[in-house]
């Protein structure tokens, strides 16, 4: 057995599968239920300042649904803790006594003032959490008050809080980062400036979900008219994974801590966030969706993984894929690839042939001799890999690479040696 | 739960229930969307079915009925009765992938049952093009192809013998396939598109030649069915107790009261068709004790499909394979009382006899061995008629120039309502270019 136990910039727990700060994360009910499920630990629900803000009454979440309605895409407008500072905090003590080998990290928003944010912290402190976490991230609601987002999106105020924060605190500082802006990087470089001792992202992205064509009014609607919200769930993972490798790849950002957030559902999203550079994973929508007892097939998933692939522990895991995440200049152009079809496992749907024909290079039949049959033409086919990612077979249609003789295609020789787009001839700035 | 207070739940209730809106969402989300579809190709009536399904996916229920109707306008029917097992079904990629294929014909039913409700009908009878049609028989192909003319602008005239239209849809298929007097619903819908008359209880032959229509139409279409019953030359099938299969699932059909039907405790049908599952499966259904089908060949040549053949056991109903009849022996009161079959076998392709018999009790006997055109109704034209059907051309025009026909009364004939769709569609093209020359 592997052993999955996490030490996140000095953080126990004995997996590395912490519930994001969030409505699963409100309550002391809740929590001792994450934990009793086999949760690793949690990022407390932003606490502000009293008096607590105030939520909608009417609907907080939109959807996105596959034709089967399995959930996609979740949306909130819901805000940060409703319920009074002390309540929080006294919770919070409670449950952290009774969990003591789980991590207890709690999300902070309070208005961009040093004496509000110092104000705020001495009293976690007091609480025995393991951290905190600056929410730099939320783009509804808060951000219109100067808060969450807003923040986040001027890397000069990530750095100025942060920096306040470390003054004050000896407890780890988690930096989280909203995606909704345009280059990841600059706000993970302002939190390393600030002290930070690591950044979690993503945050919710800015959306409107879906359009109540009856009422033409954007959902969750309230009362008719409808706000902007922050979207998460499988479909923010690609966008979140890139993120997390811009800032593990970063030569400013290499060496801070990632906790890597963004609809993370099974074990092998987890791993996946691992592999390019997050120290640990957070999981919202999943629990959300399935409730906690997802944590069972994380755990004895990523568990399996290792044992099979031989990684006795998370830190043979983190960042290894990290090195293969490049610029497009630097890719191989002289790696050349065509499609197969296994012809057994062929269900003859078409659709290969079909995007090919309509959308891309006219490089699969529909019929041989008269007969439906679907196979790759090798002159044609520029080895996209549209074929592979409509096929509803898995390994039906795989990528191979041509090792040796002429790419029928362009007609070049296959060579071998690595060629990429900064030397190519047609390339104006190449200088050759 | 719920009382069911049906006295006959078998005959009254549909034997595949409507799939609801979730139902079909998650079916039709099966669908792959193939392009060149296998099962299109599949459909006697080349429905588009990818089509169709991503409508119902994306909410579009009217406008997959339309897509339905646009090849098909008894798409509803034929997603009742549709072999879909054998069609579109089996050649589902779904069924190469999984052995379980989209449930096409239910979500064909789904979408088609939107136009059961109070729905304006989709589609606009045409500009009158001044042009008079007669449509002869009011089964799947004169409806068919009534409503395509009628969309062409072409005033239709539709004759048919029976007191009621809808051919073997009305008087034919179980019940259970048909509730709720569906098949009479969706003629009214079909003739609801206007410009169509409809005349029941006109025969033609008798009542009215078709020398005479031909000479009063511009066109004529022969939608006749098969009107005959093939005769077995059995001795003793003049006994009581002795019924031609197509004849009690009609007396069935009409009928308003069940417990009026007389139906026997022992009963033997002969036969390998749908005409010979829906007489075995009804007679259980109406409480016959014993019910066995004979038919002369294995369970592989039967023209029953497979899934109607295991509905027909799942009801009771005993099949026995390589049985030929030989003769109706009767009981002490002169009804019958037995039946005598002889063994077959299958020499070089050739069904000969075994010599070995058995006899199988039976106070009634159903004969369901296949119809026959009545030739009488065509005697006085010149229409060639080969091997007892009428003979047409590939645009489904017969050797008369004015006259068309389709159905199961033509030389080819499929023996299938969404085939005889297909002929009476084809030929109203075929009908509508000739007229409109």
């Given at each position: 057995m592997a052993d999955l136990s996490n030490n996140f910039v000095g953080i126990k727990s004995p997996n590395p599968f912490w519930l994001a700060s969030a409505p699963p994360t409100d309550k002391a009910f809740n929590v001792n239920r994450a934990f009793e499920a086999g949760w690793g630990g949690v990022v407390w629900k932003t606490l502000g300042e009293d008096p607590p803000i105030v939520n909608v009454n009417g609907p907080r979440y939109g959807a996105v649904h596959s034709a089967?309605?399995?959930?996609?895409g979740l949306n909130n407008i819901e805000l940060i803790t409703d319920r009074p500072l002390e309540v929080n905090l006294a919770e919070i003590r409670q449950v952290k006594r009774d969990w003591p080998d789980r991590a207890m990290v709690v999300s902070l928003m309070v208005p961009c003032e040093e004496k509000n944010w110092k104000g705020i912290l001495k009293r976690v402190e007091d609480t025995g959490a393991d951290g905190v976490e600056l929410n730099?991230?939320?783009?509804?609601?808060m951000s219109e008050r100067g808060m969450g987002a807003a923040v986040g999106q001027v890397p000069e105020y990530i750095e100025m809080v942060t920096r306040w924060c470390k003054e004050t605190t000896d407890l780890p500082v988690i930096v989280k980062l909203t995606?909704?802006?345009?280059?990841?990087r600059f706000p993970a470089r302002a939190a390393k400036a600030g002290g930070a001792d690591a950044v979690s992202l993503i945050n919710t992205v800015s959306s409107i979900?879906?359009?109540?064509?009856?009422?033409?009014?954007?959902?969750?609607?309230?009362d008719g008219k409808g706000s902007h919200g922050g979207y998460c769930g499988p479909a923010v993972k690609p966008i979140a994974l890139n993120m997390v490798a811009d800032i593990a790849r970063d030569?400013?950002?290499?060496d801070i801590p990632i906790s890597g957030i963004g609809g993370v559902t099974t074990w092998r999203d987890a791993a996946e966030f691992m592999a390019l550079g997050a120290g640990n994973v957070q999981v919202c929508t999943a629990a959300m969706t399935y409730?906690?007892?997802v944590v069972d097939e994380m755990i004895s998933g990523l568990n399996n993984w290792m044992d099979e692939k031989g990684h006795a522990t998370l830190d043979s895991v983190v960042g290894k894929a990290t090195p293969n995440v490049?610029?497009?200049?630097?890719?191989?152009?002289?790696?050349v690839t065509k499609a197969r079809i296994d012809q057994d496992k062929?269900?003859?749907?078409g659709r290969c042939h079909v995007v090919c024909e309509?959308?891309?290079?006219?490089?699969?039949?529909?019929?041989?001799d008269g007969k439906r049959h679907f196979e790759v033409i090798d002159e044609e086919?520029?080895?996209?890999n549209l074929c592979v990612s409509v096929?509803?077979?898995?390994?039906?249609i795989t990528m191979e690479e041509?090792?040796?003789?002429?790419?029928?295609?362009?007609?070049n020789d296959i060579r071998r040696e690595y060629a990429n787009w900064t030397t190519h001839a047609n390339n104006p700035m190449s200088g050759s | 739960m719920q009382q069911d207070e049906k006295a006959y739940p078998g005959l009254e209730t549909d034997l595949h229930p409507a799939l609801s809106r979730h139902e079909a969402s998650v079916e039709s989300?099966?669908?792959?969307?193939?392009?060149?579809a296998p099962c299109v190709t599949a459909c006697p009536t080349g429905i588009d079915v990818p089509l169709f399904i991503r409508q119902i996916q994306a909410g579009n229920r009217a406008g997959a009925a339309k897509t339905i109707f646009d090849e098909n306008i008894l798409g509803g029917m034929c997603a009742r009765v549709c072999p879909t097992e054998t069609l579109c079904e089996q050649a589902c990629v779904r069924q190469t992938a999984?052995?379980?294929?989209?449930k096409i014909g239910q979500l064909q039913r789904f979408a088609t049952?939107?136009?059961?409700?109070d729905v304006e009908h989709p589609y606009q009878q045409g500009s009158d093009s001044g042009k008079q049609v007669c449509v002869v028989g009011a089964g799947p192909a004169g409806l068919a192809c009534a409503h395509r003319l009628a969309t062409y602008g072409h005033r239709v005239t539709m004759l048919d013998?029976?007191?009621?239209?809808?051919g073997l849809n009305e008087y034919g298929i179980a019940t259970y396939k048909t509730v709720e007097n569906f098949a009479r619903r969706e003629v009214d819908f079909v003739l609801s598109v206007g410009g169509i008359t409809l005349k029941n209880s006109v025969r033609v032959?008798?009542?009215?030649m078709l020398d005479e229509l031909i000479d009063q139409y511009d066109a004529v279409f022969l939608g006749?069915?098969?009107?005959g019953v093939n005769q077995a030359?059995?001795?003793?099938?003049?006994?009581?107790?002795?019924?031609?299969a197509v004849e009690f699932i009609a007396r069935l059909r009409q009928t308003?009261?069940?417990?009026?039907l007389q139906v026997g405790r022992k009963v033997v049908i002969i036969g390998g068709g749908m005409t010979a599952i829906d007489a075995a499966v009804q007679a259980r259904m109406l409480g016959a004790e014993d019910v066995t089908i004979a038919y002369r060949r294995g369970a592989d040549a039967m023209n029953a499909s497979r899934y109607e053949q295991e509905l027909a056991q799942i009801n009771g109903v005993k099949i026995k394979h390589y049985l030929q009849p030989v003769e109706i022996h009767s009981d002490a009161s002169g009804a019958v009382g037995s039946i005598e079959l002889e063994y077959t076998s299958s020499v070089s392709g050739e069904l000969q006899g075994t010599g070995e018999k058995i006899q199988i009790e039976a106070d009634t006997i159903y004969m369901a061995i296949g119809q026959t055109l009545l030739a009488g109704q065509l005697a006085?034209?010149?229409?060639?008629?080969?091997a007892n059907r009428v003979t047409v051309d590939s645009?489904?025009?017969?050797?008369?120039?004015k006259v068309w026909a389709g159905g199961?009364?033509?030389?080819?004939?499929?023996?299938l309502t969404v085939a005889a769709v297909q002929d009476g569609k084809l030929a109203a093209e075929s009908i509508h270019r000739a007229i409109s020359a």
């Open positions: 089967d309605r399995r959930l996609i730099f991230g939320c783009p509804h609601g995606p909704n802006i345009t280059d990841i979900v879906s359009v109540d064509l009856d009422t033409m009014a954007p959902q969750p609607t309230i030569a400013e950002t290499a409730g906690f007892r490049t610029d497009w200049q630097y890719l191989n152009l002289n790696y062929c269900i003859q749907c309509d959308t891309s290079h006219q490089a699969i039949t529909l019929k041989v086919c520029v080895g996209c096929c509803p077979v898995e390994d039906c041509l090792t040796t003789g002429v790419d029928p295609r362009t007609e | 989300d099966r669908c792959y969307f193939c392009y060149d999984e052995s379980k294929p989209v049952d939107h136009f059961l409700g013998a029976k007191s009621k239209p809808g032959g008798s009542d009215v006749l069915g098969l009107d030359g059995l001795p003793g099938s003049d006994l009581a107790g002795v019924e031609n308003t009261d069940y417990d009026s006085s034209t010149v229409i060639e008629s080969g645009a489904y025009r017969t050797g008369h120039q199961d009364c033509i030389s080819g004939g499929e023996d």
